[in-house]
């Protein structure tokens, strides 16, 4: 390479390395800058790197200088700040359905939108609890191809496998495709869905990514429309824990509760006081074993107290459970 160098490349380098290298925590003088092309092979004057970071500013990059004796640069803000970068190394780290493997590449890769100082912060935050994740590699690429799917109205086909005794894949329909189509994704409880509507049974049906394989996006077009009303209560009914018969209900609360209450029903619900340590509210829902599972995690915290079909439904799943236990 000429020891000149390209000017053109010079300012990538340059570039470069006022992102890799510097924060508001962390300057650079010109001649940190000449030293840094040195020892890549580029010479290059003062007047050359005064030039590149005016382009560089011109172009939009967010350098900012200290004036002092020898003034110091440093990028100031960037796409994405420390605490933005944060948030995202928490959703890919906490995230269930992405494998270790693919957790480890994507926060690598946010890492490489700060700068290397920066990025310490955030190795530091990659795995602080032992969280369970996915085994299907694949997840990443399916999550891609499903959502093409969906953007294009093309039909999907795929494997789907539970697991059995031995902890080994179990693949449903005698390992046969589904062939199906794709409405839209919903991430619910850590867990990527594909809702799906099945044509023949005119029914919505839903799968879990992570338990997907040989996911292909087909080339058979869908032509109906399908109602986003029906899909996404379908959607509401299933991913909100609620699944059953619908139903008005009456429940007597814990104060200590309230949190509780607004993140589950929304805040617009009506807090109705009782006393000094409970209130009531009525809610609409669907009742379901699971939604009074719901209910019984909080003990006597929560008591249903109305109507008296709901009342009788729950008195008998406990004593189904209690059964158990005699």
């Known amino acids: 390479m000429n020891p000149s160098g390209n000017s053109k490349l010079k300012l990538l380098y340059v570039m470069r ?3 890799e290298k510097t924060d508001e925590d962390h300057t650079v003088t010109v001649q940190d800058i000449i030293d840094h092309l040195q020892s890549l092979g580029l010479t290059s004057e003062r007047k050359s790197i005064y030039e590149y970071i005016g382009l560089l500013q011109d172009y939009g990059l967010d350098i900012l200088c200290q004036r002092e004796k ?6 100031g803000s960037r796409d994405f700040e420390l605490p933005e ?6 959703a890919v780290q906490y995230s269930k359905f992405i494998t270790p493997k693919k957790s480890e590449e994507l926060i690598r890769k946010i890492n490489g939108l700060a700068s290397v100082h920066q990025a310490d912060q955030l190795v530091r935050q990659v795995y602080v609890t032992n969280r369970l ?5 694949n997840i990443y690429y399916s999550v891609d191809i499903l959502h093409n799917a969906i953007s294009t109205k093309h039909k999907v086909s795929f494997r789907y496998f539970d697991y059995d005794l031995s902890k080994q894949r179990h693949f449903r329909k005698n390992n046969e495709k589904y062939v199906t189509i794709p409405c839209f994704m919903v991430w619910d409880d850590e867990n990527y869905y594909l809702v ?3 044509e ?5 049906n839903h799968f879990r990514v992570d338990k997907m394989v040989d996911v292909t996006m087909s080339e058979e077009v869908f032509e109906k429309e399908i109602e986003t009303m029906d899909a996404m209560n379908y959607s509401s009914r299933i991913f909100n824990m609620f699944g059953g018969e619908e139903m ?3 429940l007597k ?3 200590s509760l309230i949190g509780v209450v607004l993140d589950r029903f929304g805040h617009d619900i009506e807090l109705r006081p009782i006393d000094d340590e409970s209130f009531s509210i009525t809610v609409d829902v669907v009742m379901s074993p699971t939604f009074l599972a719901w209910i019984f995690q909080f003990m006597d915290k929560i008591q249903l107290i109305g109507p008296q079909k709901a009342v009788d439904r729950y008195h008998e799943m406990l004593v189904k459970t209690l059964g158990c236990y005699q």
């Open 200 to 204: 023949k049974y005119d029914k919505f």
């Open 253 to 255: 609360v814990s104060s």
């Open 133 to 137: 994740k996915a085994g299907n590699e």
């Open 196 to 198: 799906t509507y099945n």
């Open 70 to 75: 020898r003034n110091r640069y440093f990028i």
């Open 248 to 250: 008005t209900i009456d």
């Open 85 to 90: 970068l944060k948030l995202l190394v928490d």
């Open 17 to 19: 390395f006022l992102l």
